[in-house]
């Protein structure tokens, strides 16, 4: 321990140098030590100490004045220090045997100015957390871990405050190597078999998180081991099963933690030995009267056990992984069967009681009292009303009683009790049937043979599916072919003309398709069916199909074409270049939706629709479609049809504009020739220039009176000019002409 100086103190205090030391418990808790130079508490002089990195803080108790490391003395004038280093280390080394002593030594390297006392506050942190703490006169200060524990292990760091400097070390990690040996108990040191064994495997000193490891040990096998973590407990506990066989059993634990991506592991606990009881002891399983027997004879089995506690116990009996018989609560179970070839094989006798378990085993041999029988038919195959024969035998055995059975999903059904079965058979009577035979009680059926009894097929009929006896040219045709009557399975045969198109076996009916139709196929389609029956083939009656032709290329005109006059007649002609007959042709108008303005079907590849008296209201755009079986619309080009004025109406619309303009002409002629004639009757009664000067002079002079327009000497030479026009009668005819 370093020595200590004084801490500033009232003089009531003792002069005393304080350490705290903190240490970690078992739950990472901390517990924080004080001590004086003498080695005495000074818990209640000093208080509570709250340190972290950022903050110390020194409590003082109550009525006392507050105890504190700085000394302002230190700041007089001429007391000048500064830190050089601060470093931690630990002795013996970094890496520390646990149980052993570890040192951690904190040192100050301070430069004073002069030769003056300086007090010196050391706290050492692990994992950043406070551990030590102590206030010194010296350059260092050392913190002693009389026995070092996994739980020391950590990063440290030292901090040295002094005169109101601070200066921290650098981090050291140490390794405390090795943990604690564990301590493993057993709950009970005597088990029954089918009970557990409950172990408690503890660390002590050891800080979790912690891996558990317990071994079960028996004498010449392998340990079986269970593994356990545990991220809060030094402790951990598990159960043990105890199975048929277990003795004497020994358990050990040991432990493991995660240091720096490393596993440290602790030495093993110490073996903890458990005595096995046995509850009931193997059971014996017996065989009368012997483990070989022939088929006839009884078997009698018999297992049984002897228990300590009858309570919950169980004994059963399995051949084969199935339950034979079972008991409760006795120590006795009894078995007994006539014994049949299936009953050889091994029988297993299980004794049951909580989780204990015990079995024996043996294995019993039926030999066989007699053969299998077999099942023979005069024939497999055959037509209805034909007779048939079954017979039964036994291989070199005679001795027998027999009967001859029909399979059904009810149930077997029986025709008869002898050796023999003649019957004329019908339909109904296809399926499989056996015979059994009865010796001692040993019943044994044969294999099951199939009797197959067949009905001859009907003529078949074909027809086209779709149902019309007609086909689209390009599009598939597909024929079924039926036969109402006949046994099953049926081979139909599809020809086309005489050519076998394909041969399909089903039950009553069958379907060929044909993807090669052409326009001008006229080969008759026929099928044939036939099955087992022995009356051969039937073949249909041929079926002619009818090739549908899809239209093509439909097109409209007319006569006129473009313009037709009003109240004529217009013939349309709606026309396809190919397609089969009866043809649907209609013509249909463009307004504001499109009018059907003439529908009718013919044989024929084309249609005319006279359209009597054409008006106004007929201009527009036709277009037809024609459509046939094939069930597709063709649409025709448009064509614009215009109706015009007719050639009277045009002539009379002429003639009247023409007398309108002659008589306008007429009449405007008349009133120049009438104003001329008023201008010349004054010249008549006066001759000379003379007057025709005065008259003009006077009438300009009148117009000047009257409006005042004219003014000036233009007036004085103003002539009167006069304008000859030409009138020319009109040909209406050759206006008509023109405008046609």
């Not at 059963?316 to 070839?341: F, G, H, M, P, W």
């Not at 009553?508 to 044939?528: H, M, P, R, S």
């Not at 097109?555 to 349309?572: D, K, M, N, Q």
Request: charged share 25%; proline share 4%.
């Amino acid at each position: 321990m370093s020595s200590c100086t004084q801490l500033a103190q009232p003089s009531s205090w003792s002069s005393t140098c304080l350490l705290v030391n903190r240490k970690t418990d078992f739950f990472g808790e901390s517990q924080v030590h004080t001590a004086t130079a003498e080695g005495k508490d000074l818990a209640g002089a000093s208080g509570l100490f709250h340190k972290t990195r950022e903050n110390m803080e020194l409590d003082s108790p109550p009525g006392r004045p507050a105890v504190s490391c700085k000394g302002s003395e230190l700041y007089t004038q001429g007391r000048v220090f500064t830190f050089n280093t601060v470093e931690i280390n630990v002795q013996p080394s970094v890496k520390v045997k646990n149980g052993a002593p570890m040192s951690i030594i904190c040192h100050a390297d301070i430069s004073k100015s002069a030769d003056f006392q300086l007090k010196h506050n050391f706290t050492i942190f692990k994992d950043g957390k406070l551990v030590f703490m102590a206030v010194s006169d010296k350059d260092d200060a050392r913190y002693e871990v009389p026995m070092a524990r996994s739980s020391d292990t950590g990063e440290y760091e030292c901090t040295v405050e002094a005169g109101g400097k601070t200066k921290s070390s650098n981090s050291l990690h140490v390794w405390v190597t090795g943990m604690t040996k564990p301590i493993l108990t057993a709950e009970k040191k005597e088990v029954l078999e089918g009970e557990v064994v409950k172990l408690r495997c503890e660390l002590p000193e050891e800080v979790p998180p912690l891996y558990f490891y317990f071994r079960k040990i028996k004498m010449n096998s392998t340990p079986k081991e269970k593994y356990v973590f545990e991220a809060y407990k030094n402790y951990s506990e598990v159960e043990f099963s105890v199975e048929e066989g277990d003795n004497i059993l020994q358990f050990d634990c040991f432990g493991k933690r995660h240091v720096q991506r490393e596993f440290d592991s602790s030495e093993h606990s110490n073996k903890t030995l458990v005595t096995v009881r046995e509850p009931f002891i193997k059971p014996t399983l017996s065989v009368k009267p012997s483990r070989n027997i022939t088929e006839g004879d009884r078997i009698q089995l018999e297992c049984s056990t002897v228990v300590a506690r009858m309570r919950d116990i169980e004994i059963i009996l399995q051949k084969n992984k199935t339950i034979l018989n079972s008991v409760r609560d006795e120590k006795v179970l009894k078995y007994s069967a006539v014994a049949t070839l299936e009953d050889s094989g091994e029988y297993l006798c299980k004794v049951e009681q909580g989780r204990a378990s015990k079995s024996t085993k043996v294995n019993v041999v039926v030999s066989e009292l007699f053969p299998k029988p077999t099942l023979a038919a005069s024939m497999n195959k055959l037509d209805e009303n034909r007779e048939l024969t079954l017979s039964c035998s036994i291989s070199g055995f005679q001795r027998a009683k027999f009967s001859v059975l029909r399979r059904n999903s009810n149930g077997d059904v029986l025709l008869e009790t002898s050796r023999n079965l003649t019957m004329r058979v019908s339909v109904n009577d296809t399926g499989s049937y056996i015979c059994k035979a009865e010796v001692k009680g040993i019943v044994k059926e044969s294999k099951p043979i199939r009797i197959n009894v067949y009905a001859p097929v009907s003529k078949p009929t074909l027809s086209v599916v779709s149902g019309l006896p007609e086909v689209v040219l390009g599009k598939p045709l597909q024929l079924i072919c039926r036969s109402a009557r006949g046994t099953p399975p049926i081979t139909f045969k599809f020809y086309k003309g005489n050519v076998t198109k394909e041969t399909v076996t089903n039950d009553t009916y069958a379907t060929f398709l044909d993807e090669n139709v052409g326009q001008n196929d006229k080969k008759g389609y026929k099928c044939d069916a036939r099955n087992n029956h022995s009356s051969g083939v039937k073949t249909s009656n041929i079926l002619n199909v009818t090739v549908v032709v899809p239209i093509r290329n439909a097109s409209l005109g007319s006569i006129p074409y473009g313009e037709v006059e009003e109240g004529s007649e217009t013939a349309f002609l709606c026309s396809v270049k190919e397609g089969s007959w009866p043809i649907h042709f209609r013509i249909f108008r463009k307004a504001d939706r499109d009018v059907l303005v003439f529908e009718q079907s013919e044989h024929a590849d084309r249609v005319m629709w006279r359209k009597g008296t054409m008006s106004r209201q007929d201009t527009g755009t036709y277009y037809c479609m024609a459509s046939n079986r094939a069930n597709v619309d063709v649409k025709s080009h448009p064509i614009t049809i215009s109706v015009i004025l007719a050639s009277w109406q045009k002539g009379v619309i002429v003639a009247f504009v023409l007398i309108s303009i002659a008589g306008a002409v007429t009449l405007a002629l008349w009133w120049f020739l009438c104003k001329k004639k008023k201008a010349k009757g004054p010249s008549m009664e006066m001759s000379g220039p003379a007057l025709a000067t005065n008259s003009t002079s006077e009438k300009l002079a009148r117009q000047h009176n009257d409006g005042d327009y004219y003014s000036g000497p233009d007036l004085e030479s103003a002539e009167v000019e006069y304008t000859e026009v030409e009138v020319s009668t009109l040909d209406p005819h050759k206006e008509n002409a023109r405008a046609s």
